[in-house]
């Protein structure tokens, strides 16, 4: 039980960054997901099809371990994400982040095709 209750947290603060990132497009996501019968286990179906680096991004920044359960943990900052990952800088990360964002809506509406 304390798993699914992760996964759908995990799903949720998933869900909020790409309406977030979405900006002017964010009603149209936002209805579109709406149209989705189990949202949660399409975003976890999507999820999952994500490379290991995509993942734990998603997991540091948005605060859960994708490889434990989806737990709750500190959410990273950017600068965090850039040192664990060998990046340079802070800005190098949250463009990782932000494409990974893009990419998760992306095939998010390919999933609901």
């Known amino acids: 039980m304390e798993y699914s ?8 603060l998933i869900l ?22 189990n949202l949660c286990e399409t975003v976890m179906s999507v999820f999952e099809k994500l490379g290991y680096r995509d993942r734990t991004v998603l997991g540091m920044r948005l605060g859960f371990d994708p490889h434990k359960g989806f737990v709750p943990t500190k959410v990273c900052k ?3 994400i ?17 494409r ?9 509406l390919e999933a609901g095709r």
Do not use: V, W
């Open 5 to 12: 209750i992760h996964k759908m947290r995990a799903a949720h």
């Open 100 to 108: 990974i964002c893009r990419r998760f809506a992306a095939s998010m």
């Open 16 to 37: 909020s960054a790409i309406l977030t990132m979405q900006g002017e497009n964010a009603p149209a996501f936002s209805a579109y997901c709406d149209t989705i019968d």
């Open 78 to 80: 950017y600068l965090e």
């Open 82 to 98: 850039a040192t664990a990952f060998e990046m340079t800088l802070a800005s190098s990360a949250s463009r990782l982040f932000h």
